[in-house]
């Protein structure tokens, strides 16, 4: 069974204050790894896909990277408008076509 | 372009009512499904469609039905509520059956059965 761990919970930053969150995962194969941002009240947006190990993606001040146990985003010198929910979901070979497991989110609050 | 467009956004329901939460798509996409967030569990995926006329389960599917006539629609049925289906449910598309790991999703309909 696929699995998705994300950490911490929730992580509080000064702003400028940069960071990193965790997404551990357990797949049969990987097909591609998503990072998904969500605001209180709305749905997720999606941000970066990641296919290989070693793969790098950015955006603005977020970074994503993938390992093959685990996926990390880096937020450099964030700012309050980052404050969100963040979500790591994977998708595995040999499943249904758009079967993603979620994890169950970080969630940040940057503090000015 | 309205994008991913569910209705209602807010519903009470009575144990045993049944309710379609609907969810409409401008983008032409072949890909369309439904999940539930609840806190502590993440998103869990309920039915999917891959294209007009052909839908699937997903992980958690009991108690809901789907059904795709349409590219456009794609409404969840819930035949008879309990409270264990209170939940917020996402719509969500993708661009084509290849690339659905980057999904597009609505703003939810946040569901509550007393």
């Known amino acids: 069974e696929d699995q998705v761990t994300q950490s911490p919970e929730a992580l509080r930053l000064q702003e400028g204050e940069s960071s990193s969150l965790n997404c551990s995962y357990t797949v049969s194969g990987l097909r591609g790894l998503f990072w998904y941002r969500q605001d209180p009240g709305k749905g997720p947006e999606f941000l970066f896909t990641?296919?290989?190990a070693g793969e790098e993606k950015e955006k603005e001040r977020l970074k994503a990277t993938l390992t093959k146990k685990e996926s990390f985003l880096h937020i450099t010198a964030p700012k309050p408008e980052d404050s969100a929910t963040y979500l790591c979901?994977?998708?595995?070979?040999?499943?249904?076509?758009?079967?993603?497991?979620f994890g169950q989110g970080t969630i940040l609050t940057v503090h000015p | 372009n309205a994008g991913v467009t569910q209705t209602p956004k807010f519903q009470v329901l009575k144990t045993g009512q049944s309710m379609t939460l609907q969810c409409a798509q401008d983008?032409?996409?072949?890909?369309m499904s439904w999940y539930r967030q609840d806190p502590g569990m993440g998103l869990r995926l309920i039915h999917y469609?891959?294209?007009?006329?052909?839908?699937d389960q997903g992980e958690v599917p009991n108690g809901y039905n789907v059904s795709r006539s349409t590219t456009e629609d794609f409404p969840l049925r819930l035949l008879s509520a309990a409270p264990s289906q209170t939940s917020v449910y996402f719509c969500?598309?993708?661009?084509?059956?290849?690339?659905?790991?980057?999904?597009?999703f609505g703003e939810g309909s946040r569901l509550t059965v007393l």
């Open positions: 983008m032409n996409h072949e890909y």
């Open positions: 469609s891959v294209g007009a006329g052909i839908t």
């Open positions: 979901a994977v998708q595995a070979f040999g499943t249904s076509y758009g079967k993603l497991t």
């Open positions: 990641l296919y290989s």
């Open positions: 969500a598309t993708g661009v084509s059956v290849a690339n659905t790991g980057e999904l597009f």
